[in-house]
């Protein structure tokens, strides 16, 4: 407490210079019942007293490609200052790393790893940029990292990996809670996609050389009820250090469509639309206050031919329009507001050729302008993009996919890219528009 009593003096006192200031930006004279996106009482999405909807982007390496740059930044920096000239609400990324021994650069670089996010969000904030960070992206590396069962790892708060998602949410809630820049905070990365799965051997990478088993068991299965336990330690956790009410989400995608019976009885049973439903409950408990999905077309050709398609293996809906309802209406049913976490275009089942006869620019555009535009019909609260990234150049030999960075990215430089953050910026205004003047 003494630690952020200090920060916000010295805020106040550096106020001129938001980058040169420690990571609190909240003066101690008003100080805010709320500070980034937040739950109203029905469940809608706020931002500073008003309802809140806008477009953003995942930018999955902006803090950790300094794990592999010498803590150099000014890449993701420059890149920032870009997502700004495009009006780029929200940028969600990887607060960590991805394999286990990322680990390190956050428990043995503290300091650093530190100083290199007080950056990020400082620029983010300068900008009017909102960040939502990821926290533990990739769920198996961690357990891994402390060489504990992944299942087992989860079922108590008091193995090492628990200890340590309690500890590390703690450090980063704190140090952030009244920075503006942050919006509001993430479990992880589709951790339900490999919940409860029969086949849960063929999703586990090899155990780390460093290991002290031999093989993996029946305690690396991690169940729906295994990760709902984590992310409820970490909500809690949030919400004892954020006293704003920034949203909390599991960072996930849809529900698989068997996800009941693979909870309930082990097998690839087809979920009901009340089975469904009841999952969406169950993996978004409190203190959880917002509900996380990934959401894409069908990959490659499917997509392209048909940019109103969208898959749906329940029948609910039958286009891209229908699922931002039936989404929507799920926030109202819970009293939590939705945001689609991932979105965009990918080219999933696309061969070479299609990529240089079918596949035309107009037409990948035209499906990521088709979600876009269901999106502000839908009035769905946040909606990101994936993947901005500043590493992939122009490809004349591709001139419709990335060559180097995070998978299926894009950025500025080229038409892809830049055609992206132009609906994005045209979304963002078409939302001011249909809510101007609105209470």
Known sequence: MIKRILSAVLTAVC?????ACTPSETSLKEKPEYIGLYASEDGTLMKDGKPFYGFGVNYYSMLNCAFSQKWDVSNSLAALEQLAAYDVKVVRFNIAGFAYSDWDYVTKKEEL????????????????IGLLPSFFW??????????????????SRETETMKFIASFTEKVTSRY??????????????????????NWMDFMPQLPASSKRKNRDMNDKVTYEDYVNAMKLFAEVVSENDPYHRIIGSGDAELRTSAYHLKNSNSWGADS????????????????????YHKYPEGGVSAAANPSSVPDYLGIYDDWDGFMEYFV??????KKPVYLGETGYVYSNATASDKETVLTMDKILGVVQTIADAAVKADLPLTLFWNYDDR?????AQPNDKSSGTEWSWNERWEKGKGILEIIKKSNAAFEEKHAGAE
């Open 138 to 155: 990739n769920q198996v590396s961690l357990s891994d990292y402390f060489d504990e069962p992944a299942g087992l790892a989860l079922r």
């Open 113 to 128: 790893y530190f100083k290199t996010l007080d950056s990020l969000v400082n620029k983010a904030n300068s900008l009017g």
């Open 177 to 198: 809670a009244e920075n503006p820049g942050i919006y509001g905070w993430e479990y992880g990365n589709e951790v339900g996609l490999s919940a409860s799965l029969p």
């Open 392 to 396: 992939p150049e122009y490809n004349p």
């Open 273 to 292: 639309l009340k089975e469904h439903e009841e999952m969406i409950e169950f993996v978004n408990p409190a203190p959880l206050s917002a509900i996380s």
């Open 329 to 334: 209406a799920q926030g109202k049913r819970l």
């Open 15 to 19: 106020a001129l210079s938001v980058c």
